[in-house]
Structure formats: structure tokens, C-alpha cells
């Protein structure tokens, strides 16, 4: 079993910045942060693979935010900048033991957080 607790959602305005974090009871082979917009289907949005820290994002938050690991706390962060309005979404952190598969499919992980609101105005 893992426990994950995200934390640090907001509101910002449009350009601004934040950084959400989850905290882990245990880091797994890969550890991923998703959001669900409401009316929409949860997305994959950052993945990091744990034991060498290489990471993936998705197209829509390329350049603009970055998925870090602090593994003395096991702790995962997601720096959100240059926000646009389209980011507004519950973040949730999700986690899974087993090789492979796609990282951005909802159905790999097994383990999920809560959820952090994060709203970005215009």
C-alpha cells in the first residue's frame, strides 16, 4: 500500500506560478501527477521515474512545468509557471510498482491521492 497527500493548490491569476506537492508514504518505480478539468476526462500530466529521476510531461505543460523528487522525503513536487486558465483542475498524485505500460493511462496506477484544486483566472 501507498498513501499519497497532495498539498499547495490555489488560485492564481493567469501568468502566475505554483508548486503542488505530494508526500509519499513509500516512492514506487514511477510516480505521476494527473489533472481532471470538471466535465473532462483525467489527464496525465508529468511522470517521474524514480530510481534515475528521468521524467515525462505532457504537450499541453511542456516548458512549463517540472516534476521533482526529493527522495529523503519522499516527496514529489510539480512547479506550475506561466499558468494559463486551461490548467484549472483537481491535481491529483498517483503511484504504481510495476514496469511498463503507458504512463499517462489512469488505469496503471493503483495508488491516488485526494486532490489539490488548483484555479487560474483570467
Known amino acids: 500500500q501507498v498513501q499519497l497527500v497532495e498539498s499547495g493548490g490555489g488560485s492564481v491569476q493567469a501568468g502566475g506560478s505554483l508548486r503542488v506537492s505530494c508526500v509519499a508514504s513509500r516512492l514506487t518505480w514511477s510516480m505521476s501527477w494527473f489533472r481532471q478539468a470538471p466535465g473532462k476526462e483525467r489527464e496525465g500530466v508529468a511522470v517521474v521515474f524514480t530510481g534515475g529521476g528521468s521524467t515525462m510531461y505532457a504537450d499541453s505543460v511542456k516548458g512549463r512545468f517540472t516534476l521533482s523528487q526529493d527522495k529523503a522525503k519522499n516527496t514529489l513536487y510539480l512547479q506550475m509557471n506561466s499558468l494559463k486558465p486551461e490548467d484549472t483542475a483537481m491535481y491529483y498524485c498517483?503511484?504504481?510498482?510495476?514496469?511498463?505500460?503507458?504512463?499517462?493511462?489512469?488505469?496503471?496506477?493503483?495508488?491516488w491521492g485526494q486532490g489539490t484544486q488548483v484555479t487560474v483566472s483570467s
Open positions: 498517483a503511484a504504481r510498482d510495476h514496469f511498463g505500460g503507458v504512463w499517462y493511462h489512469t488505469t496503471e496506477y493503483p495508488y
